[in-house]
């Protein structure tokens, strides 16, 4: 069993890992990786997200392994009986070592990744600092608040231990609490985004079969995106006139140092990338209705305010503000930039496909699919995903009190290997691909918003460390419904799940029951209820059915036809030039 770790299926399972790990981060930062910094940056990100794709493909390979040695076993015990009339060799055996040690590996690593690093590094990247080691230090001071919560809940958790448990307190016991603790967090993920993935993924695959929906739901966004831009665009025109006042105000103090941190914050301003934008007209009016009301131009500060710019402590604090302005006005201008030529291309495509049929030519092979194959593609990803994510939350709500009478769990165990390997194959990556893509969608005000194309460093390491906190703990789920996380034959069991018991209130009876509120969470995003509860509050963080509003289409269809008509693209500074529909819809 040791030299299946050197299989043909495992070698696959790298190489499709790396390459989802570089499509990955190529898809988030196609057309601002040239400017992350610091450079190690992109090396970490990459590594991160290896680490998180890695597990689904091993997880696979582990069951099937288990079964082949329960197999193995059994044929063994019968021979065995046979010839001295005594079974031996136990399944218990028979977990294959090699992988046992590839889950520790991977379970430190995403430890060390999503307590330590990857925080570190997220804020590291809107340090204000003007030094390397200024930078680190104000980033594990941003991070101590974290290690403080962490602390608390470990030393709850030691007291617990030393004073009820009768365990006591032991090295082993101290890196169970860790764990159980850290599986406990990655739980309350899943329920979250694998709740919401499994309930709208189908729904947004069957949503998109029509480029018709898919311009709708563009116009719709397009009002609340403008918002945003002109919001930023406010604040970087309330930023600049911030630092041509500290220029003379640096200038005054006749201080090296002030000049020198002075001159890369006007560096930054004045970068390629981002331009003095102007304001729109009803942003202009919002201005001049908030001045005369006596409210301050920037939520932010003002140089008077905040920012005291005769003190380096003040420089660093105007360079993090400027930092974090330019990145979120690039990624919101870069969003609508792209929302405008992806509706222009759609409404062209729909304007050539109502007045002729494309031709059946190479050449034009993404019109010939958005007319003959996009409608039945989609819809039949959207029904194979309706039956995946069915299977899964059904399996999910009977797991605990009708084990029996889960559909994965019978797929898995009772069926002939074949059928055995590639339920396996199939349910496992789709559950982390809804996970995924539940997470991917997450939006938190300006923070944890991915853009295709053009993520910002901070939001994808926040990203990158919620999926190292959920990769394992959605490994312990599956492994639930399967019924295999007592199996000692799966080197997952081995290797992490016999930690998960040192703390009695974290133990098996938690992790079995926990993920059962997973059906609530499904329900909620199935009914819309969880979204229109969002919206209410403001929190526009998964709402997807909203866009049915007829008036805030229009809002949007007359917005971005006056953005792309020619005065709006003289306006923009973009000129005539469109990407095509092949480009767009490919």
């Not at 991977?106 to 809107?126: D, G, H, K, R």
């Not at 101290?174 to 329920?191: E, K, P, T």
């Not at 304007?351 to 194959?373: C, F, Q």
Request: overall charge neutral; glycine content about 6%.
């Amino acid at each position: 069993m040791a030299g299946a770790f050197f299989s043909t299926e495992c070698v696959l399972t790298v190489i499709i890992s790396v390459l989802a790990s570089v499509g990955l981060l190529w898809h988030y930062t196609k057309s601002n990786y040239a400017a992350i910094r610091p450079v190690c940056t992109l090396p970490i990100l990459l590594f991160s997200f290896l680490i998180t794709l890695s597990p689904v493909g091993l997880l696979v390979l582990d069951i099937d392994w288990s079964q082949r040695a329960r197999g193995w076993a059994s044929v063994q015990a019968s021979n065995s009986s046979a010839l001295t009339g005594s079974p031996t060799g136990a399944a218990s055996e028979l977990y294959n070592p090699g992988v046992m040690v590839v889950w520790k590996v991977l379970f430190w690593c995403t430890q060390l990744l999503s307590w330590v690093v990857l925080p570190i590094l997220q804020e590291y990247c809107v340090s204000g600092d003007f030094t390397v080691r200024g930078r680190v230090v104000t980033a594990i001071k941003e991070n101590l608040k974290l290690y403080l919560v962490m602390g608390a809940v470990l030393g709850t958790l030691l007291l617990y231990l030393a004073f009820v448990s009768k365990e006591g307190i032991t090295l082993a016991n101290c890196v169970g609490i860790a764990v159980a603790a850290s599986n406990a967090f990655g739980l309350l993920l899943i329920i979250l985004f694998l709740g919401y993935g499994l309930a709208q993924l189908p729904r947004s695959l069957w949503y998109h079969s029509t480029l018709g929906n898919t311009l709708a739901l563009l116009r719709w966004d397009a009002p609340a995106l403008r918002e945003q831009l002109d919001l930023n665009k406010m604040k970087w025109e309330d930023l600049r006139a911030t630092v041509e006042q500290g220029v003379q105000t640096v200038q005054g103090t006749d201080d090296d140092e002030l000049m020198a941190c002075m001159e890369r914050i006007v560096q930054l301003v004045n970068s390629e990338g981002v331009t003095s934008p102007r304001t729109h007209e009803r942003n202009q009016r919002r201005r001049k209705r908030r001045a005369e009301m006596g409210e301050g131009s920037d939520e932010e500060g003002s140089a008077s305010g905040k920012h005291d710019l005769t003190t380096k402590k003040g420089l660093v604090k105007l360079h993090a503000r400027a930092i974090r302005i330019k990145a979120a006005l690039e990624t919101t201008t870069y969003e609508w930039d792209k929302l405008l030529d992806t509706a222009a291309s759609i409404d062209s495509m729909q304007r050539v496909i109502s007045t002729d049929a494309p031709e059946l030519s190479v050449g034009n092979l993404p019109a010939v699919y958005n007319v003959y194959l996009r409608r039945y593609v989609k819809r039949l990803l959207a029904v194979l995903a309706g039956v995946g994510s069915l299977l899964l939350v059904w399996s999910f709500g009977v797991a605990v009190p009708l084990g029996s009478f889960s559909l994965v769990r019978y797929l898995v165990l009772k069926t002939v290997p074949s059928v055995q390997y590639l339920s396996v194959l199939l349910l496992m990556p789709y559950a982390a691909a809804t996970c995924y893509w539940g997470l991917f969608r997450f939006k938190l005000f300006e923070f944890a918003l991915l853009v295709p194309h053009h993520s910002s460093p901070y939001n994808l390491c926040f990203t990158a460390t919620f999926l190292c906190r959920l990769v394992l703990p959605l490994c312990y789920v599956f492994l639930n419904i399967c019924g295999l996380t007592a199996d000692p034959s799966v080197a997952y069991t081995k290797a992490v799940i016999e930690n998960l018991n040192a703390v009695t209130l974290l133990g098996a009876a938690f992790n079995k029951f926990m993920p059962c509120l997973l059906l609530l969470v499904f329900l909620a995003a199935a009914t819309d209820a969880a979204p229109r509860l969002l919206i209410s509050c403001g929190l526009e963080m998964f709402a997807f059915s909203h866009h049915s509003d007829p008036e805030r289409i229009q809002e949007g269809k007359e917005l971005i036809n006056a953005e792309n008509s020619v005065e709006g693209r003289r306006r923009r500074g973009g000129g005539d030039e469109r990407r095509s529909p092949a480009e767009e819809l490919a």
